[in-house]
């Protein structure tokens, strides 16, 4: 059986549970979501604008290798 989590927080990284999970990148979430309030502001953008950043699989400890059959 694997185990995987959501979100890559610190109790994941932890020795003790050594989760794998999928990393949203919560860093470039914060300076994308800044960057886009400073243009708002600053530059008077009134358009939406979609910003897609793309999750990465963090494999640690919780993931067991594949049984064949």
Known sequence: MSVAGYDDDR???????????VS?????????AVAAA???????RTLARE???TP???VRG???EPREG
């Open 11 to 21: 109790l994941s990284r932890l020795s003790c549970f050594n989760l794998t999970t």
């Open 38 to 44: 400073v243009e708002r502001l600053d530059q008077d």
């Open 51 to 53: 910003v897609v950043l």
């Open 62 to 64: 919780t993931i067991a």
């Open 56 to 58: 990465r699989l963090v």
């Open 24 to 32: 949203q990148e919560a860093r470039e979430q914060a300076r994308s």
